[in-house]
């Protein structure tokens, strides 16, 4: 008779840890995502026509997806190579505002796969991995890239240039490799003008 108590008491412990498990800690992850991603978090929710599950679905397989990325660190000299050719771009917008938007987002694609993000097939793909790590700044980028098929205005470039001169920024922020480290072989067989 004890036994039949000790089983059925652990199996309503079992039960309720279960319960508040998905119950409690569903709640606890919407929230903890919707910190996490913040403007990404209701883009993605829009997307799905605010069903909330599925974006949260969404956003947790970018999570396991792209959460251990480590990234890699750059090279005072390719630091300084990204800084001069995004000075070159902006200068360039005065003149060739889609040309400029343009080279951003290549560059942005170029120093995305330097610091390690997946070079990916599509757009998308690195775009999510992005919003994983830079979710406040991923949004920049969508417009810069959105911008290159043309169809909108200088002002609507210029804001997505700017815009995304924050992830350009977040990409950056990180300290230099350690000595000896060479980020050639990285861009090797892309321009980098």
């Known amino acids: 008779m004890t036994t039949a108590i000790i089983v059925v008491a652990v199996a309503l412990v079992a039960a309720a840890a279960v319960y508040f498990f998905l119950v409690r800690g569903g709640a606890a992850g919407g929230r903890g995502l919707r910190g996490r991603f913040g403007p990404e978090y209701d883009r993605v929710v829009a997307r799905h026509n605010g069903d909330t599950k599925a974006a949260e679905h969404e956003l947790g397989e970018r999570v396991r997806r792209y959460g251990d990325l480590e990234k890699r660190p750059l090279t005072e000299a390719a630091r300084a190579e990204y800084t001069a050719r995004w000075a070159r771009t902006q200068e360039q917008f005065v003149e060739s505002p889609q040309q400029a938007v343009a080279e951003a987002d290549a560059l ?17 793909e690195r775009a999510d991995a992005l919003s994983v790590h830079h979710a406040r700044h991923v949004e920049g980028y969508r417009r ?3 911008a290159c098929d043309g169809g909108t205005g200088t002002e609507e470039m210029r804001e997505a240039f700017v815009e995304a ?20 072989q990285l861009t090797k067989g892309r321009g980098t003008s």
């Open 108 to 124: 942005l694609a170029d120093l995305a796969r330097d610091r390690g993000f997946p070079a990916g097939e599509s757009f998308e």
């Open 144 to 146: 810069v890239h959105s």
């Open 165 to 184: 001169r924050g992830l350009f920024d977040a990409l950056l922020a990180d300290g230099p490799a350690p000595r000896g480290h060479d980020n050639r």
